[in-house]
């Protein structure tokens, strides 16, 4: 199973506050209570985007490589799946991240 966060946007005025953040680990915390065989969270963003990749690093989500669905659990699954109704398919321009969420359950006991 994975969880994806379609759209994370936090307004200018109130970006660098830890609200993106908070916002992440309240979708981990809900996605693995929903689903507690949840394997798998992606998210897309802009690859231009590069302050967004540097804040999903932190947040210790991986940019997808070719060859990364070899040795992630749930990750070819999801690649293979085709877009949802009257969504176009995923475009070039998007950056696939993805974290395990064996990594995000750590993370959550870790504390903010």
């Known amino acids: 199973a994975t969880s994806h966060l379609h759209l994370l946007f936090i307004h200018p005025d109130f970006q660098r506050a830890g609200l993106g953040a908070r916002l992440l680990?309240?979708?981990?915390?809900?996605?693995?209570?929903?689903?507690?065989?949840?394997?798998?969270?992606?998210?897309?963003?802009?690859?231009?985007?590069?302050?967004?990749l540097s804040f999903y690093a932190k947040q210790g989500y991986h940019i997808y490589a070719q060859g990364d669905e070899e040795q992630v659990p749930g990750l070819s699954q999801y690649l293979a799946m085709p877009p949802s109704p009257g969504r176009p398919a995923r475009a070039p321009y998007f950056a696939l991240h993805y974290l395990s969420a064996e990594d995000a359950r750590k993370r959550l006991t870790q504390g903010p």
């Not at 693995?32 to 302050?51: D, G, I, K, M």
């Open 25 to 52: 680990r309240l979708h981990w915390e809900q996605s693995l209570a929903e689903w507690p065989t949840l394997q798998l969270f992606t998210l897309n963003t802009v690859r231009e985007s590069y302050w967004s």
